[in-house]
């Protein structure tokens, strides 16, 4: 193996193990004790720092949820359903396609075992 190869043996071993380190945050698994919730209950879905409403109230109420009164969300009106054409639309040759793809895979695979 030469020295270039080897390099990218490396590089690729370092990118593959960087996948696995966990990112670095700042939340604080204290508060987390603290008030009994998990991480999301302040931390919006891209994870801390973002806090959402509970966790700048939390932040800026000297670290507590005492008073908190969280703001009414609307419900969303469901949007009306569109019709649904009941009934099969596919063409032959698609399935025909697909099922002779199949077969022949197969045969192709047994006729290489048999060699």
Same mark, same amino acid.
């Given at each position: 193996?030469?020295?270039?190869?080897?390099?990218?043996?490396?590089?690729?071993?370092?990118?593959?193990?960087?996948?696995?380190? #966990?990112? *670095?945050?700042?939340?604080?698994?204290? %508060? +987390?004790?603290?008030?009994?919730?998990?991480?999301? /209950?302040?931390? &919006?879905?891209?994870?801390? #720092?973002? *806090?959402?409403?509970?966790?700048?109230? %939390? +932040?800026?109420?000297?670290?507590?949820?005492?008073? /908190?009164?969280? &703001?009414?969300?609307?419900? #969303?009106?469901?949007?009306?359903?569109?019709?649904?054409?009941?009934?099969?639309?596919?063409?032959?040759?698609?399935?025909?396609?697909?099922?002779?793809?199949?077969?022949?895979?197969?045969?192709?695979?047994?006729?290489?075992?048999?060699?």
């Amino acid at each position: 193996m030469n020295k270039k190869r080897i390099n990218q043996i490396i590089l690729l071993v370092a990118l593959v193990l960087l996948l696995f380190v #966990p990112a *670095l945050t700042s939340a604080r698994p204290e %508060y +987390a004790a603290k008030e009994s919730r998990n991480c999301p /209950y302040c931390h &919006t879905r891209d994870g801390p #720092p973002q *806090l959402n409403e509970v966790g700048a109230y %939390y +932040a800026s109420h000297n670290h507590s949820l005492e008073g /908190y009164v969280p &703001t009414p969300q609307p419900t #969303p009106t469901p949007e009306p359903e569109k019709e649904i054409e009941i009934g099969v639309h596919m063409t032959t040759w698609d399935v025909g396609l697909r099922g002779l793809a199949i077969i022949l895979l197969v045969l192709g695979i047994v006729y290489i075992i048999r060699l």
